[in-house]
């Protein structure tokens, strides 16, 4: 029985960082491409003369001018925060004790944790993305609600318990040896099994006293292939807190590095605000930084300096930051990435905000030669744009001078009508049932 499936459009390719040097050596889309898939990988990518010639027992899938693209990687989101996505009216702290932990609070019963991970992942999908890195909380069944509904479904994904033991209500509080304890059980309970990676989870430093960094900076360090997910200076009131309660810490980041939890797999998120020292330690580690422009702009923590921090080559994510930020696509969330640039006086160009969605985020993750990237050997794990979606996309791609002109549109104003198919490990997804 023949397991080859053909897929034909146009394809979004890429060889290199766009960040880093010029857009038109790293990327290109294929106006007449072709992928050709078998158990789960990519087999080959190529023109679509060529693999139907050289594959002609293939099941094929013709989606004419749609656009064939790595599924999406959304680097930072909290799946917990679902259902008080698009809450009125409050910054970082008052958000948290208002609408997040009172929610987050609830997944300590096991259903309501696998009906709220059921719904998350679902609407992702929805959305193009196939690969999320997510916070649960601090219950470990709010882990094994995210990894088991994940798996169900065929994808890939990271995911760590959250810890904090103080500063957070009664209820979502944890110690430092229970953190350890709990988070080493996940680490063999999940890590590597199947398409699960697990990342060691402190919220940030004002939610976790100097012991629970301590033991969490000895838990990554017996087992460094895991990844290490945190926030760092989101917004300037968080930062003048952790000064606060970190007197004797040269920065925000030096909460961190004080306590082993910094290296080339640590991944943080935001990361607005930084000073020289901060950038300088990152680059020189190796860490990456999550860009979460709808979060940003949508509780007013600032503008990151993506143009910026990407001259000094540090690895870079894009995220829509779940339910902080205001959507769960990651086009609107390119929509934003390009807007917050512009504001800080840089056009980043449609081959940029996709690569970003998709490698870009890949390599944040540590996850760049498994998935983001059309070409052999790759997982299977597909989006496909239609780039006229709605008659308002569909009048401007048709003025289009160039295939970027005609991407651009959807990349400012798609949503999840824009993602005609979707394909896990493979697999061509069957529609939500909502």
């Given at each position: 029985?023949?397991?080859?499936?053909?897929?034909?459009?146009?394809?979004?390719?890429?060889?290199?960082?766009?960040?880093?040097?010029?857009?038109?050596?790293?990327?290109?889309?294929?106006?007449?491409?072709?992928?050709?898939?078998?158990?789960?990988?990519?087999?080959?990518?190529?023109?679509?003369?060529?693999?139907?010639?050289?594959?002609?027992?293939?099941?094929?899938?013709?989606?004419?001018?749609?656009?064939?693209?790595?599924?999406?990687?959304?680097?930072?989101?909290?799946?917990?925060?679902?259902?008080?996505?698009?809450?009125?009216?409050?910054?970082?702290?008052?958000?948290?004790?208002?609408?997040?932990?009172?929610?987050?609070?609830?997944?300590?019963?096991?259903?309501?944790?696998?009906?709220?991970?059921?719904?998350?992942?679902?609407?992702?999908?929805?959305?193009?993305?196939?690969?999320?890195?997510?916070?649960?909380?601090?219950?470990?069944?709010?882990?094994?609600?995210?990894?088991?509904?994940?798996?169900?479904?065929?994808?890939?994904?990271?995911?760590?318990?959250?810890?904090?033991?103080?500063?957070?209500?009664?209820?979502?509080?944890?110690?430092?040896?229970?953190?350890?304890?709990?988070?080493?059980?996940?680490?063999?309970?999940?890590?590597?099994?199947?398409?699960?990676?697990?990342?060691?989870?402190?919220?940030?430093?004002?939610?976790?006293?100097?012991?629970?960094?301590?033991?969490?900076?000895?838990?990554?360090?017996?087992?460094?292939?895991?990844?290490?997910?945190?926030?760092?200076?989101?917004?300037?009131?968080?930062?003048?807190?952790?000064?606060?309660?970190?007197?004797?810490?040269?920065?925000?980041?030096?909460?961190?590095?004080?306590?082993?939890?910094?290296?080339?797999?640590?991944?943080?998120?935001?990361?607005?605000?930084?000073?020289?020292?901060?950038?300088?330690?990152?680059?020189?580690?190796?860490?990456?930084?999550?860009?979460?422009?709808?979060?940003?702009?949508?509780?007013?923590?600032?503008?990151?300096?993506?143009?910026?921090?990407?001259?000094?080559?540090?690895?870079?994510?894009?995220?829509?930051?779940?339910?902080?930020?205001?959507?769960?696509?990651?086009?609107?969330?390119?929509?934003?990435?390009?807007?917050?640039?512009?504001?800080?006086?840089?056009?980043?160009?449609?081959?940029?905000?996709?690569?970003?969605?998709?490698?870009?985020?890949?390599?944040?993750?540590?996850?760049?030669?498994?998935?983001?990237?059309?070409?052999?050997?790759?997982?299977?794990?597909?989006?496909?744009?239609?780039?006229?979606?709605?008659?308002?996309?569909?009048?401007?791609?048709?003025?289009?001078?160039?295939?970027?002109?005609?991407?651009?549109?959807?990349?400012?104003?798609?949503?999840d009508r824009a993602i005609a198919d979707v394909w896990i490990a493979g697999k061509r997804r069957a529609a939500s049932s909502g």
């Amino acid at each position: 029985m023949n397991t080859q499936k053909l897929l034909l459009g146009q394809t979004f390719e890429t060889s290199g960082n766009p960040m880093t040097g010029q857009w038109q050596d790293a990327v290109r889309i294929n106006s007449a491409g072709a992928v050709l898939i078998e158990n789960g990988q990519i087999v080959r990518v190529a023109d679509r003369d060529t693999l139907r010639h050289d594959a002609p027992q293939a099941e094929v899938h013709d989606y004419g001018q749609h656009l064939i693209c790595p599924g999406f990687v959304d680097a930072h989101v909290h799946y917990p925060q679902t259902a008080i996505i698009a809450s009125w009216g409050k910054q970082l702290i008052d958000w948290l004790n208002t609408y997040t932990f009172p929610e987050e609070m609830r997944l300590q019963d096991p259903a309501y944790a696998r009906q709220i991970a059921a719904r998350y992942l679902d609407l992702a999908l929805d959305h193009g993305t196939t690969t999320m890195c997510s916070y649960a909380t601090i219950h470990p069944g709010s882990v094994d609600a995210f990894f088991e509904a994940a798996a169900t479904r065929g994808m890939r994904t990271v995911a760590g318990k959250t810890c904090m033991d103080r500063n957070a209500p009664e209820g979502l509080r944890d110690t430092a040896q229970s953190a350890y304890d709990e988070s080493k059980a996940l680490v063999a309970r999940w890590h590597g099994k199947g398409r699960a990676q697990y990342a060691i989870t402190p919220r940030f430093s004002p939610t976790s006293t100097p012991d629970q960094l301590q033991a969490l900076g000895a838990l990554w360090a017996e087992h460094p292939d895991c990844l290490m997910q945190t926030h760092l200076s989101e917004q300037p009131a968080e930062i003048d807190w952790v000064r606060q309660l970190f007197p004797d810490a040269r920065d925000y980041l030096d909460t961190y590095e004080a306590h082993g939890l910094i290296g080339a797999r640590a991944v943080y998120g935001h990361a607005i605000h930084l000073q020289p020292r901060e950038i300088d330690r990152i680059a020189e580690t190796g860490a990456a930084l999550v860009h979460c422009p709808t979060s940003n702009s949508f509780i007013g923590s600032g503008l990151m300096d993506v143009a910026g921090l990407a001259t000094r080559r540090i690895p870079l994510g894009l995220a829509t930051d779940t339910g902080g930020g205001s959507s769960f696509s990651m086009l609107r969330t390119m929509a934003a990435a390009y807007e917050i640039a512009q504001l800080r006086g840089t056009a980043l160009h449609p081959a940029q905000l996709m690569w970003l969605a998709t490698a870009g985020s890949a390599r944040s993750l540590h996850l760049h030669t498994k998935i983001g990237t059309l070409a052999a050997g790759y997982e299977a794990d597909l989006t496909i744009l239609d780039l006229a979606s709605t008659p308002a996309i569909a009048q401007r791609s048709a003025e289009a001078n160039t295939v970027w002109e005609t991407l651009f549109p959807t990349l400012m104003m798609g949503d999840d009508r824009a993602i005609a198919d979707v394909w896990i490990a493979g697999k061509r997804r069957a529609a939500s049932s909502g």
